[in-house]
């Protein structure tokens, strides 16, 4: 894996770089995939589970993970839910169009640490963009890893991410013939879907996995991490194997604005993907 | 702007106010021509006797409800807006004449006209958005150029107007000026108004007054017990949160309480 | 060089405003305005608050006449040096569109080169403390560094202490320690009004080889010495560190921040008096002509905006947003950046508009809890 | 479209909306024959109650108040009441701080005039619905506009905390009065305000004028040694000359049934007020120079044309503009931004110059200094019933103008009044539909 650039300084980290939009792809409804090339300077090289801030002209600048292959660094990747109005012109952008981008930012996967043993991980709805960087290097070095699953849960069956690769990483992820390590879950079912319906953490007490060499890793609305992780818990899984990744507000990314902050956490910085016992204080509290 | 696309309408309308908010828009001195540009201006009875027939994409809102007939007018307005937005302390949250809403209506035309008997009215000022859907509300008695700049460039834009909703004490204090509550014991309404104004009362040595309604999480109560220590008798705070914004239901239950 | 301390006279503070600005430095310190002491330009002595004091309480000021001729006999008033090393707001950039894409306006920001007059042993360890936010970490902030890296600061050490502040009991103060060019104290003793000083660094050395001055002789030494002491002993109020973050951490759901919360107005004074706070909201905006700027301004995590996610704030009530700012301050902070965010100046104290007291919420807390 | 009357036939001119005026109102004339048999200047400017709501406030609310009656003269509202209540308070505002507020009001005229002048008035005579297509024919022009309009706007947001209801006025003085270098800043501003405001009096003089001549009633304030604007005695073309507290002596407001409009008269006649009226009253109170522009531009020490109202404007913000800088130039800081005042019970009247003409105010006051009665007389409500004879008789005196151009006239007649509705409407009568 590249490492990333770190800032030179002398340049200031809240001015973007201007990328140009070189496709746009619509995967559902209200979810756009944004692949970005550089318009110069060098590609931005990053770590899965981090993020960028990316900036509309005139109209705004939000954090979004890369979404894309830390393999390929050369188009950045970054998959986009429409919710407000950022978001909303984001999701309107077409080929050939200027977007500001500054990053990669925050602290990734544990990927190195996760070696040897199983893996868990655990999206929901638009969390699965910002793990699928590390599904692609652990399919890039598959052998480093033991069994690894994806639980992914959505709200409908035409909300579900990148349906195609779902089909493919049942084979490529397998860690045996049959394994069926992609397990995917919906809120309602829909439109004929004869799959599991119901809440992600459902999936999780059949799961064959070694629970004290097991890592997970995921990215969801905090109350379905907190369940995640209680169910994970449960199953044995030592508590500094569990990984999350968190939003907070962010204005600047860089640690200056204050504004992501979470109990003693800078998200931009100390995260977004921290370890549980970092977190476990604050989780359960309201209004942190 | 692309000069070819069609440009997006405006409309200014105008109900029970001083005219000070649409004013405001022609006090743009130096972004009018800017403005008439980038919009176009398609009916603006103040400023020209060019009007056009609706719907229009944008529509400035000045005043409050205050007779039938303009309740029903703003009916027809909000049919032929795709945007609309209220501007001013009148629209957003009934205006000075909103103190009526507080007293015996008829017993006011009494006072002020010879022949009450032509006098028909409603018994309250009342916001538009009591009565219709509104998109944007602009605050202030009258409302910032600067942010009235803000908002149209946004909506050409499709971004959010940044017109933050939090204490004119941020303002205060970013100015730099003194808090002339706190080094003057005089008593000032910042702490629960929204900001927009510049904070400029108390650049001029005085407390707010209020005239772009409660922030967003107003702590009406306990600010008047300070004032109470100050020195402000129940009549006075009052009097204080019955100006401008008399009808925000903010500044109207803290008003009530000191009855 | 002046190795040990000197003695300035009473005039030699003149020659030094002197010879700063020859140095081009604009000279910036407390100067009286809107009744209170500021912090403002300066370029004759007379423009010093000479002979006024400030009494202070929770939610109140008052300036006071001293009965003699002290320039520097008050405490710190409602501005901090941020206002100049991190302004209130500040444009980031500007772009305008260019065929399909946009591009940077780069405008040289004229900067002047500031000389801080009579900054205190607490704001002396908030710009450090601000030095640890903005230059300390993977990113630095150009726009604080560029200002941070040209000020020239003259320390003066409180001989008084004020009714709000608590510098002693967070070890901040009285005395200057570090991070100042010359640090003086005022000694007014009989008919000689005098400045004992230190140099702190080769520029303050430099500068002060352009004034006249003096060693300075052991008894007025001891004299600038008793009249420091002396303020510790004044504080008004104070603020055991010893335990506090676990403390805090302990007590999260306490009853008084409820209590604490009836009464906050949450109007953000706290946090824009504070010197340390750093907080800022950063906004883009296009004007009607399509040119699109970017602008940071100082922000507050008392209003809803702050915490805002899409659907709403996730600190909703004013008690979430109290507690997010004392347990910043006071412990969250120390786990960010090793250090407490406070420094004792008593600033959120006097300034809030309802004197609500941070030393007075932790003893409450303390004292349910102990 | 260019049909003349036919005897007997009945001819209705009806604007529903004017425009370019400030508020919000219509106008209906019938015309039989060669008969005007009604013209109303229908107001529907909904009614705002501000002297009921008055009563109770605190004397030293009222700026704030009354300057809401109207966005764009909201200065006189404030002068007239701080005057009024200063009378009844029984203090007296000289000297710098006196100045001050003449200053502001300086201010007030010139953002006020030009805006009337280039962006209500003018575009009549050039045939424009409005400044901004104007602008598209002749930029510089209302870019010129535009920047004299700004400093008047400048002027108020210094002295006033900003342009449209300023801040910083108090009975009695002020909040914070300026440094004398804040106003010498805006010295280059004004000197260039008054070039622009000389070109305006030389353009607007060479525009053409309908022949129209009305024997008006003139009243205005007047005081030895200034140009009106603060104070002074009342005074009119017929030999009027009484203290403003007499003002109801005199003049009286009638409610009549069957017209939309509160009728103010003077000893039973209509009468107006104005640029017109102050200009015919004072020409002798104006410095030479200003004198000289206005009789470069056509004008004599007496003009009756109304619709030359807009080169008499045009003469007045020349003079407001030569004020400023005299009053700028003699500025010294006063002590105190304003005089400490000890409520007690009394009554006073006030009366100022606004843009628009004369505003009368009267207060009594209880010993708490509580609002006990409010009166206050605007402008164009004294105005409205010479709006609608100056109507009558240019209609009748124009019959055999097509109807567009007829109606077009009308509305200039109007607007030549630069009428306010929005001040008009706290006591007009109107035209609404029952209350549910
Ligand atoms: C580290 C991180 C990674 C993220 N990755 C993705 C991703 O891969 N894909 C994706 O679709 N979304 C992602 N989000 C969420 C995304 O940033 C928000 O949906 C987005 O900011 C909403 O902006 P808006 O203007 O469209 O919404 P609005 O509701 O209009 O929000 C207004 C403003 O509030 C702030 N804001 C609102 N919601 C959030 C939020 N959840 N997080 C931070 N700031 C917010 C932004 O400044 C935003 O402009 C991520 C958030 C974080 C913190
Ligand atoms: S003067 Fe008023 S607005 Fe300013 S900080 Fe004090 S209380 Fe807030
Ligand atoms: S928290 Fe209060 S006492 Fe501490 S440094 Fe900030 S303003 Fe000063
Ligand atoms: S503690 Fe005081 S200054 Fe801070 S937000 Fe609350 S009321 Fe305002």
Redesign the interface.
Known sequence: MVNPISYTPGQDPMQPRPFRVVRAIRETADVVTLELEAQSGPPLAFQPGQFTMLYVFGVGEVPISISGDPHKPARLVQTIRRVGLVTEALCKLGRGDVVGVRGPFGSHWPLEQARGGDVVIVAGGIGLPPLRPAIYHILHQRQDYGRVYLLYGARTPADLLFPEELKRWQHTLAHAPGASPVRVTVDRAEGGWDGAVGVVTSLIPVLPIDPLRTTALMVGPEVMMRFTISELRKRGIPEENLYLSMERNMKCAVGFCGHCQYGPHFICKDGPVLAFPRVRDWITRKEV | ?PSKQRKPTLAVW???????????L??C??????????VQ?AN????????QPGPYDLSLVEGSI?????AERIQAIRKSSRFLVTIGACATAG???A??NF?D?E???R?????PE??????HSTPISEHVKVDFELRG??INKGQL??V???F?????P?I????V??EC?????????????TP?L???TQAG?GA??P????GC?G?FGP?????TV??S??WTLLGLDEA?QQ?AFR??NAGAKAFSKEAERHG | MQKGPFVLERSGLLQLLQALKAKGYLTLGPTVREGAIVYDQLSRLEDLPIGYTDHQEGGTYRLRRRGDEALFGYNVGPHSWKRFLHPPILRLFRARKINGGFEFEHEAEALPNYAFIGVRACELLAIRVQDQVFLGGAYQDPHYKARRERVFIVAVNCTQAGNTCFCASVQSGPKAQAGFDLALTEVLEGDRHYFVGEVGSERGAEVLGEIPHRAALPSEVAQAEAKVAQATRQMGRSLATEGLKEMLYQNLEHPRWEQVAARCLSCGNCTQVCPTCFCTSVEDHTDLSGVAERTRRWDSCFTADFSYLHGGSVRVSTKARYRQWLTHKLATWQDQFGMLGCVGCGRCITWCPVGIDLTEEVAAMRGAHV | MGETPKPQQTKTIRVGNLARVEGEGALYVRVKGSQVEEVRLNIFEPPRFFEAFLRGRSFAEVPDITARICGICPVAYQMSSCQALEAALGVQVEGPLKALRRLLYCGEWIESHALHIYFLHLPDFLGYPDAVRLAQDQPERIQQALALKKTGNELMALLGGREIHPINVKVGGFYRVPRKAELLDLRDKLERAREIALQTVHFVGGLDFPDFAPDYTFVSLRQEGEYPILGGRLVSSRGLDIAVAEFEQHFREEHVPHSNALHATLEGRPYLVGPLARYNLNFDQLPTAVQAAAREAGLGPVCRNPFQSIVVRAVETLYACEEALRLIAEYEEPDAPSLAITPRAGEGAGCSEAPRGILYHRYRIDEQGLITEARIVPPTSQNQKMIEEDLRQFVAANLELPKPELTLRCEQTIRNYDPCISCATHFLRLEIEQAP
């Open positions: 702007m105008k109900f029970a106010s001083c005219d000070g908010c649409q004013l405001s022609l006090d001195e130096d972004e009018l021509l800017q403005v008439a540009g980038a201006i603006f009875l103040e400023a020209s006797s060019a009007v205050t007779t039938p007939h303009d205006g000075i004449q103190l009526r007293a209506v017993e006011f035309t006072i002020v006209y010879a022949k032509y006098i028909k009215t409603l018994k008695c009258p700049l803000e149209i460039s946004a050409l834009h499709k971004r959010r940044n933050p909703q939090h204490s004490c941020l204090k970013a100015r730099g000026t003194v808090c002339v509550m706190v080094a003057q014991g000032c910042g702490p629960v104004c400029i009362c650049a001029y040595q005085r007054y005239c922030q967003e999480n107003p702590n306990a600010l017990a300070w006075a009097r100006t401008y």
